[in-house]
């Protein structure tokens, strides 16, 4: 059974930072490109960032380029998203996804996903 378990949400003023997590199991996590995506009240879920199966490509949205850093740990089955200076904007509940091969910004490329976690963000 694939789990995908984000943690690491919570609520922060505008500028501040969180890190986020997510724990893979039931998959040989080295195979899968890993995808964050978030989705605001009312809006529909869009990309955020994705990373290649070992780590050496990662993209970005433009809305988040030169504040959040995506990383990855295959030894610990975990993909992270470090947001810094964050905006209110930035506000929504993150999902990582895992896809097997090449990364994608697209949702209906992944395979598996988390159940989420919410970030605030108050101005």
């Known amino acids: 059974q694939v789990q995908l378990v984000e943690s690491g949400g919570g609520s922060v003023q505008a500028g501040g930072s969180l890190r986020l997590s997510c724990a893979a199991s039931?998959?040989?996590?080295?195979?899968?490109?890993m995808g964050w995506f978030r989705q605001a009240p009312g809006k529909e879920r869009e990309f955020v960032s994705a990373?290649?199966?070992?780590?050496?490509?990662?993209d970005y949205a433009d809305s988040v380029k030169g504040r959040f850093t995506i990383s990855r740990a295959n030894a610990k089955n975990t993909v992270y998203l470090q947001m810094n200076s964050l905006k209110p904007e930035d506000a929504a509940v993150y999902y990582c996804?895992?896809?097997?091969?090449?990364?994608?910004?697209?949702?209906?490329?992944?395979?598996?996903w988390g159940q989420g976690t919410q970030v605030t963000v108050s101005s």
């Open positions: 039931g998959i040989t996590f080295s195979n899968y490109a």
């Open positions: 990373i290649s199966r070992g780590g050496s490509v990662t």
């Open positions: 996804a895992a896809r097997p091969g090449l990364g994608s910004g697209r949702q209906y490329d992944y395979d598996y």
